[in-house]
């Protein structure tokens, strides 16, 4: 049941592991219940910009009720009258130009800011159902705990929580936050905290904007370039180093979740998506400088299996699981790029670029292939063809190891990433 | 007009449809009415519970725990009885807890007829903090089952009956939220949302209901009677 091709693939898949036909029809149904929703994945469409945007912009600005709610809880009490009299020159921060992506976890839009005129992407997420709220806290620690910047790291501008017509900055841990605090308690209880039938409230995430779409159409809308491609590798590599190095584990990585940003001229990657991301913070190490020293993120064990099929080592079919699991991911990705190898997503009917076992009639995630026996052996290159080398081929089969412990981790990954690009 | 274009406001000709349909609000009964089967549910990693034994009522009572038994928050409860510290994403909250009235005898008096269950939605760090205090020498409930023995559907934690592996004839929930026990709403005594009333007497009254209810042959016969409106509501489209 999670994100675009939905909250139900990966729900179904955090549950336990299922049977592959049985998996699919329960995904249907929960289709059915959910009914109005239409699955879409994040920044899908190409829709060109209208023009004419800012005198809209205008006409918006005297129809808002509400200035600046960046303020303390106290003094917007206190001024609650005043923002009716200041309705006048209100202006919203941002404002939304289109829907980019939807699932049942809410809404994608491409924004601008007014202030800078800078494109954004604003997530919103609803509140209510628990396991929501979950994993927007989730993805809100993660983002949040990034104190430095990575350039192949999507950047949460703000996060904003908002609640009957209020809004207020949010920020981690704020236990002076009443809506906060709420949210920390629908995640323990695991229950809405608010009775029905009260509205929900919602989050709110700022983040960059990547035009360029995500990976998927990136690589499948050009000619093979294996600058791209090498310029490619050495990004997710280095963004997985740095998540990494900061005790997230994304545990959720797939072409979906890679977005690139052309604003440079050249395309960028950005790592998105941490819905499903694990902080894994030292238990009771609460100093942030202290904890690198005690955490080994590929020793950090975690528990219930997610991020998508095909993307999924075999040990996450199991639901135990390490930091490893990204490389994984990371090696299914990249051999899927190199050689160009897809599939037609079942769900959402679209192309995607990912590496798949085939069993009859049948494709398998190379993953669940693996588990099911461990001593099989990957075909790389698949192709007969292939300008792929020997080196880059060795660091793919080692990526993809059965054992966990037979993949390198991220600092390896960088250093050997580096050579077999440096080599090619 | 749209709450949220104080902070993020829609472009007046732009695609963006203000009236969007996930404003909706939750409702449990439709909730329920549109649940997927339950043979299409992933089953959690279901945990082994051990049997009855011949000491053991043959009558089970299932109990939730947050405004059930107990009320929590993380938000000041004035002149709170008990509170504790929790861990979560790397910070420490207070938590405040306080007791429904009657609880501990209601307890007492259910545990000579009933097997009871505890089984709360509630990651289970959090719920074993407050049966540490509700419960504290572990009489009261013979099994204590957590988010982990859960479903997740559309977001929210349910519960099924299967899991105990108990006979469905002899087996009554008590429970605030009938959602989330889709699959045994016969099963249900609905009690009301319990957040702090002092002069609170819902546990006390349903004790010789319940007493009664332990001798007869299946207790959905019995419920039925006090869950009708809700098959009603349920019913209705």
């Given amino acids: 049941m999670d994100t675009g091709d939905g909250r139900g693939r990966r729900r179904s898949v955090r549950t336990c592991r299922r049977a592959g036909a049985r998996g699919a029809k329960m995904k249907r149904e929960v289709g059915k219940v959910l009914g109005t929703l239409s699955v879409e994945n994040t920044e899908d469409k190409q829709v060109p910009m209208e023009e004419g945007d800012d005198e809209e912009e205008e006409e918006e600005e005297a129809n808002c009720l509400y200035t600046n709610l960046f303020r303390s809880d106290t003094t917007r009490r206190k001024t609650a009258g005043a923002a ?66 990575h350039e192949n790291v999507v950047q949460l501008e703000e996060c904003v929580l908002q609640r009957n017509g209020l809004a207020q900055k949010m920020s981690h841990g704020d236990k002076r936050s009443k809506q906060y605090l709420r949210l920390v308690e629908t995640s323990l209880k695991g229950e809405r905290v608010l009775g029905y039938p009260e509205e929900p409230c919602y989050l709110w995430f700022v983040m960059e904007f990547c035009e360029g779409g995500d990976l998927n159409q990136f690589i499948l809308s050009r000619q093979p370039d294996p600058r791209t491609n090498k310029s490619f590798m050495l990004q997710l590599t280095s963004a997985v180093a740095f998540l990494h190095k ?26 998105a998506d941490f819905g499903l991301s694990k902080v894994c913070a030292g238990l009771g190490g609460l100093g942030k400088e202290g904890d690198d020293k005690n955490v080994n993120v590929n020793k950090f064990w975690l528990s219930s299996a997610c991020g998508s099929d095909f993307y999924m080592a075999p040990e996450v079919w199991e639901g135990h699981y390490t930091a490893k699991a990204d490389i994984f991911a990371l090696g299914i990705i990249i051999w899927a790029m190199l050689e160009r190898i897809t599939f037609i997503d079942a769900e959402s009917k679209r192309e995607l670029l990912g590496t798949y076992v085939r069993q009859g009639t049948e494709i398998v995630p190379v993953g669940e292939a693996l588990l099911e026996n461990p001593k099989m052996i990957l075909h790389i290159p698949q192709r007969r063809r292939s300008s792929m080398s020997d080196g880059i081929r060795q660091l793919l089969q080692d990526m993809l190891a059965v054992n966990p412990q037979d993949r390198p981790d991220a600092f ?11 080599a090619a | 007009m749209n709450p949220d274009q104080c902070f993020f406001g829609y472009s007046t000709f732009s695609p963006v449809n203000k009236m969007e349909d996930d404003n909706r609000v939750f409702n449990p009964y439709t909730f329920i009415k549109n649940i997927p089967s339950q043979s299409l549910l992933s089953k959690p990693c279901v945990r082994e ?6 000491s053991t009522p043959e009558a089970t009572l299932v109990l939730d725990l947050e405004e059930t038994l107990v009320y929590s928050s993380l938000s000041m409860i004035a002149k709170a009885s008990y509170t504790f510290d929790i861990h979560f994403q790397d910070c420490e909250y207070k938590v405040y807890l306080i007791l429904r009235p009657y609880v501990k005898e209601f307890l007492n008096r259910m545990s000579k007829h009933f097997e009871i269950f505890v089984y709360t939605s509630a990651k289970k760090e959090y719920a074993e903090k407050i049966l540490e205090i509700l419960d504290s020498e572990k009489k009261s409930f013979r099994h204590r089952l957590y988010r982990e023995d859960c479903f997740c559907v559309l977001g929210h934690y349910v519960k099924d009956l299967g899991v105990l592996e108990r006979d469905l004839a002899k087996t009554v929930v008590l429970g605030t939220a009938p959602h989330t026990f889709p699959y045994h709403v016969m099963n249900m005594i609905p009690i009301k949302s319990w957040t702090g009333d002092k002069e609170d007497k819902e546990l006390q009254k349903l004790v010789p209901y319940l007493e009664k209810l332990s001798e007869a042959a299946d207790f959905r016969h019995v419920l039925k009677r006090r869950t009708d409106h809700l098959h009603r509501l349920l019913s209705e489209d």
């Fill in chain 1, 246 to 271: 900061n005790n997230i584990v994304h545990r959720d990585l797939k072409p979906d979740n890679i977005l690139i940003s052309e604003k440079s001229g050249v395309p960028v990657l950005k790592v």
């Fill in chain 2, 49 to 54: 519970i051990p049997l009855k034994t011949r």
């Fill in chain 1, 84 to 149: 009716a009299a200041t309705a006048a020159t209100a202006a919203p921060r941002y404002s939304l130009l289109r829907e980019v992506g939807r699932g049942s976890y809410g809404v994608v839009y491409e924004a601008v800011a007014r202030g800078s005129g800078a494109r954004v992407a604003v997530k919103k997420l609803r509140c209510d159902a628990p396991e929501n709220v979950e994993l927007a806290l989730a993805e809100f620690w993660a983002l949040a705990s990034l104190e430095k910047r």
């Fill in chain 1, 412 to 422: 390896e990954l960088e250093i050997r990433m580096d050579q077999v690009t440096c």
